[in-house]
């Protein structure tokens, strides 16, 4: 494995910016771009940390090495704070399309919360227009550049408030015009799925995808109360599943591990992991592991046969893409090619689409790995 001067990573000859990726698990307020959120905050007269954008960008790499996620979640105040506006919300949306595009990613579900966004008095109608405006832009920017993308919204409520029914029922009203799919965002820890149980009735009765967040900052009980209240269909991070695993006996590659229930459902159902490697270790969602990518139980998933995918989580907290975490998994864990394209294939057959786009996506990054 190489790097160039440019950043892009070569394995086994071939550039891992060009291969045709899929992103699952993207924050809207966790993607901004430094200089963006500068010009933003400036044009409402807030204060940043830092004028540079480089420099901004290594202040939310710092505060976000804390090992904890609450105190990780605090850096979304800022991005938030700049994404109050039909245009900044549109701008924002528009950028996080294109530097999906640039980073090879032919499909990608963005995930964000319109509750978070009326401060200044938009709608909940009006925030996801507005993106959607930006992602459609977006979209069309990187056809005009000579690169084929789709982004759909994961609309997202927060698991420590009570509008989960209401934002259930705004995702509903957006299938066909956006919306691929819904989610729980937030501190996890107290605050388990089974609190929003109307909701996800309401979306089950709807028959409308849903992804949780579980298995980050809690543990089994949160990944089980997903599966069991949220009726997930994927699991966001869902990292912990691993402390349902005992390794028996370990001789060089050879592995025997003890399945508990929970992680056995996981596994055998193909339940799909929204593996996130550099977020993981900084909100310290692998602590019980150790603290480096080595410790991430990534792999022993992976070898043990689980639907793992790849994910960014928050490139600008974690200052990354989606081609800097696969070239850590390769360089921490010497993946070769078709490592990284079973990961693309686990994540097209776990996307929010119809079987026939599934398909064609799998077709998809089979031609572009093949070639």
């Known amino acids: 494995m190489s790097i160039d001067a440019n950043g892009d990573v070569t394995l086994q000859g071939v550039s891992l910016r060009s291969l045709p990726k899929v992103s699952l698990h993207d924050h809207l307020d966790g993607a901004l771009r430094p200089a963006t959120i500068i010009e933003l905050a400036d044009a409402i007269g807030l204060d940043v940390p830092e004028s540079d954008p480089r420099a901004l960008g290594t202040w939310f790499a710092k505060q976000s090495d804390s090992g904890s996620l609450v105190e990780y979640l605090k850096t979304f105040d800022l991005t938030t704070a700049v994404m109050q506006t039909r245009e900044g919300l549109t701008r924002v949306a528009r950028e996080f399309v294109q530097d999906l595009a640039a980073d090879g990613v032919i499909y990608g579900e963005v995930r964000w919360a319109p509750e978070q966004h009326q401060a200044a008095g938009l709608t909940l109608e009006q925030a996801v227009d ?129 399945f508990g229930d929970l992680a056995r459902w996981v596994r055998d159902r193909e339940i799909p992991l929204e593996l996130s ?65 079973t990961f693309q294939f686990n994540a097209a057959a776990a996307a929010f689409l119809p079987v026939e786009e599934r398909e064609e996506l799998v077709e998809m990054i089979a031609e572009g790995f093949d070639a």
Do not use: C, K
């Open 277 to 341: 490697p550099s977020s993981n270790l900084q909100t310290g969602a692998v602590a019980a592991w150790g603290n480096v990518l080595a410790d991430h139980p990534f792999d022993l998933l992976y070898q043990l046969g689980f639907a793992v995918t790849v994910n960014v989580d928050n490139r600008t907290m974690s200052a990354t893409s989606l081609t800097r975490e696969l070239a850590l998994l390769v360089e921490t864990f010497d993946y070769d090619l078709d490592d990284l394209e």
């Open 130 to 258: 507005a993106v959607q405006q930006g992602i459609e832009e977006g979209e069309d920017a990187a056809d005009r550049d000579g690169r084929s993308i789709r982004v759909g919204q994961l609309i997202t409520a927060m698991r420590h408030t009570d509008r989960a029914r209401e934002i259930a029922e705004l995702a509903v009203d957006y299938r066909g015009r956006g919306a691929v799919g819904f989610d729980i965002a937030g501190p996890e820890d107290g605050f388990p799925p089974s609190n929003h149980r109307e909701a996800f009735d309401f979306l089950a009765e709807n028959f409308f995808p849903v992804t949780v967040h579980a298995g980050e900052a809690a543990g089994l009980a949160s990944i089980r109360s997903a599966l069991l209240d949220g009726r997930a269909l994927r699991l966001g991070h869902g990292v912990r599943i691993a402390e349902d695993l005992e390794v028996v006996t370990q001789e060089g590659d050879e592995v025997q591990v003890r």
